[in-house]
C-alpha cells in the first residue's frame, strides 16, 4: 500500500556499533520521531528497539547500559528508517494489541484501533442488560479484517460460535491463524461481501464498516492512507455504503432480541441512526469513545418485527 510519497529518507545513522547503549540507542530515536512530528516518540523508540533486539518491556528496562553491536545497530538503524517513512509502528512489528490479545497483521486487514473496543463494550452492555451471556449462541463479524471484534467478542461470550466474513481470502486467513494461535474457538472465518453469505439467526452482529468519504482518503495520515488497505477505508462518496449494506442484510438475520452493533465515523451517528431506522431497527444511544466522540451505534429488533 506504500506509495513514493510516503517514503522519506531518515538521518544518517541513529546508532553505531561500540558507540551507543539501549538507553542511548532510545533517547536517539526518540528525538528524531519528535523532531519528525511523530505523535508518540518515545513509546514508538521503545517499542521498535525491543523489537529489533528481541526483547520484552521488562527486559529491556533491566539493561539499559548494555552497548549495541553492528548487527543490533543496522536493525534498528533500519526499523527507524521505515518509521520515519510514517509505517505504523504495528505494521512494522506486524501484531498490534486489540482488546488484551495480541493480533497478527497484514497488508489485507486494517490495523485494529483502540477506539473500535468501544463496539465491544457496546455490545457487552446491551448483552448485560438483557441477561446473562451464557445466552449468546451466535454471533457475526462483517468485514473481520484480522479477527479483532469476534475474537474479543469470543473471550467474553462463552458459549458463543462466531463467523467472521472478508471479502478478502488473504484477510480472512490471517483472521483463522489468530484464532488458531490465541486458542480461541469455535470460529468460522468466510470470504464474502458483508453478510452475503450469511443465514440467521445471530443474536449478535458487529461490524467496523469502511467509512471514509472517498474523496477524504487522500487527506489522511500517511500511516493510514498509504498502509490501510483502501477496501477497509473507502464508504463511498458520502461516507456510507458500508451502512446501507449492513441497513440492507441485518435485519433479516437478527435474533429476536439480537443486538446489532457498528464502528461510527466521527459526526456519522444521526446519518447512520436514520439508514438503520428505516430499516426497522429500534435504536439505541450511541457510546461515546475515551475523546468523547460517538463511536458505537447500537440498534436491535422492535418488539412489532419479532416473529
Not at 538503524?77 to 494489541?97: D, H, Q, S
Not at 497488508?107 to 452492555?125: F, S
Amino acid at each position: 500500500m506504500r506509495s513514493p510519497a510516503a517514503v522519506s529518507t531518515a538521518p544518517a545513522r541513529l546508532a553505531d556499533a561500540g558507540a551507543i547503549t539501549i538507553a542511548g540507542a532510545r533517547r536517539a530515536l526518540a528525538k528524531a520521531f519528535r523532531t519528525a512530528g511523530l505523535d508518540s516518540p518515545e513509546l514508538d523508540a521503545r517499542i521498535l528497539i525491543g523489537h529489533a533486539l528481541g526483547l520484552d518491556h521488562a527486559t529491556l528496562a533491566t539493561a539499559p547500559a548494555r552497548v549495541l553491536d553492528r548487527a543490533e545497530c543496522d536493525a534498528i538503524n533500519e526499523l527507524a528508517r521505515r518509521r520515519l517513512a510514517r509505517e505504523p509502528v504495528a505494521r512494522i512489528t506486524g501484531c498490534k494489541e486489540f482488546w488484551s490479545l495480541k493480533l497478527a497483521l497484514a497488508p489485507a486487514t486494517l490495523v485494529p484501533r483502540p477506539e473500535t473496543e468501544t463496539v465491544i463494550e457496546a455490545a457487552l452492555a446491551a448483552i448485560d442488560a438483557q441477561g446473562p451471556r451464557t445466552r449468546i449462541r451466535r454471533i457475526a463479524d462483517l468485514g473481520t479484517g484480522s479477527g479483532a471484534l469476534v475474537l474479543a467478542l469470543l473471550g467474553e461470550l462463552p458459549s458463543a460460535f462466531g463467523i467472521g466474513t472478508d471479502t478478502s481470502l488473504n484477510a480472512s486467513m490471517v483472521a483463522r491463524a489468530n484464532a488458531q494461535r490465541l486458542g480461541i474457538a469455535p470460529v468460522a472465518f468466510i470470504v464474502c461481501d458483508m453478510a452475503a453469505a450469511l443465514a440467521g439467526p445471530f443474536d449478535l452482529i458487529v461490524c467496523n464498516p469502511p467509512y471514509i468519504i472517498s474523496a477524504d482518503i487522500d487527506a489522511l495520515a500517511p500511516e493510514v492512507r498509504d498502509f490501510d488497505p483502501r477496501s477497509a477505508l473507502d464508504g463511498g462518496a458520502d461516507g456510507l455504503d458500508g451502512y446501507r449494506a449492513i441497513a440492507a442484510a441485518v435485519p433479516a438475520l437478527l435474533a429476536p432480541d439480537g443486538v446489532l452493533a457498528v464502528e461510527l465515523g466521527a459526526g456519522q451517528a444521526p446519518a447512520v441512526a436514520a439508514l438503520f431506522s428505516a430499516a426497522g431497527l429500534a435504536l439505541r444511544p450511541p457510546r461515546t469513545d475515551v475523546h468523547g466522540v460517538p463511536r458505537a451505534l447500537l440498534a436491535m429488533k422492535p418488539q412489532a418485527a419479532r416473529a
